[in-house]
């Protein structure tokens, strides 16, 4: 079974800080995907960055970085320069199998201060 | 493009009635899914389809069906709802590109069963 898990329920920074939210996952599959996705209230999914089990490099998406570390199962999400737009919910999520399922973890809650 | 189309937005049923959740993507992907979201949770796979006419369940099933006679279409049917499927629906779809999954949700379905 696959598994992820994100074991900060709430975080806080200050604006321009940078942030790290720590997502670690757990799968059989040698073949798999980690994306972040971001949940403002207004609560859409909004993609932000994703990593493929094979890539060399970690992924990077402007202010978004993925710090993957494969040996210890973990796909944590660092945001530098944080905004108070960035005050959101933020998932940890995982695919497998051929048709990419997703698995999401339970979240973490960002609160970006002055 | 419009992307992943859902309706209704908003819904309140009785326990005990049913409804269809629409869903609609214009890009031609093979892959769609319908996710659910508790309160405060991640989202958990409820039935995925890797193609007209074929569906199979996820994570959460049991109170709903799909179905899947095109490739543009994929509704959600609650039978019998109740209190406990009080939710948000999303409905995605993907496909492959060189090098990644590629997503996309939709706005959600704001369901609730008194």
């Known amino acids: 079974a696959q598994k992820i898990t994100q074991t900060q329920p709430g975080m806080f920074v200050q604006e321009k800080e940078a942030v790290t939210l720590d997502c670690t996952y757990d799968?059989?599959?040698?073949?798999?995907?980690l994306f972040w996705y971001k949940q403002p209230s207004s609560g859409e999914m909004i993609f932000l960055i994703y990593?493929?089990?094979?890539?060399?490099q970690n992924a990077t998406e402007g202010r978004y970085s993925l710090n993957f570390q494969k040996a210890r199962k973990s796909a944590n999400l660092v945001i530098s320069a944080s905004q108070l737009g960035d005050s959101a919910m933020y998932f940890c999520?995982?695919?497998?199998?051929?048709?990419?399922?997703?698995?999401f973890g339970t979240g973490t809650r960002l609160q970006v201060t002055l | 493009n419009a992307g992943v189309t859902q309706t209704p937005k908003f819904r309140i049923l009785k326990i005990g009635q049913s409804m269809t959740l629409q869903c609609a993507q214009d890009?031609?992907?093979?892959?769609m899914y319908w996710y659910r979201q508790d309160p405060g949770m991640g989202l958990k796979l409820i039935y995925y389809?890797?193609?007209?006419?074929?569906?199979d369940k996820g994570e959460v099933p049991n109170g709903y069906n799909v179905s899947r006679s095109t490739t543009e279409d994929f509704p959600l049917r609650l039978e019998l709802a109740a209190p406990s499927q009080t939710s948000v629906y999303f409905c995605?779809?993907?496909?492959?590109?060189?090098?990644?999954?590629?997503?996309?949700f939709g706005s959600g379905t704001r369901l609730t069963v008194v």
């Open positions: 389809s890797v193609g007209a006419g074929i569906t």
């Open positions: 890009m031609n992907h093979n892959y």
């Open positions: 995605a779809s993907s496909y492959l590109t060189d090098t990644l999954w590629s997503y996309t």
């Open positions: 990593q493929g089990s094979y890539d060399q």
């Open positions: 999520a995982m695919s497998t199998g051929t048709a990419s399922k997703l698995t």
């Open positions: 799968t059989s599959d040698p073949s798999y995907g």
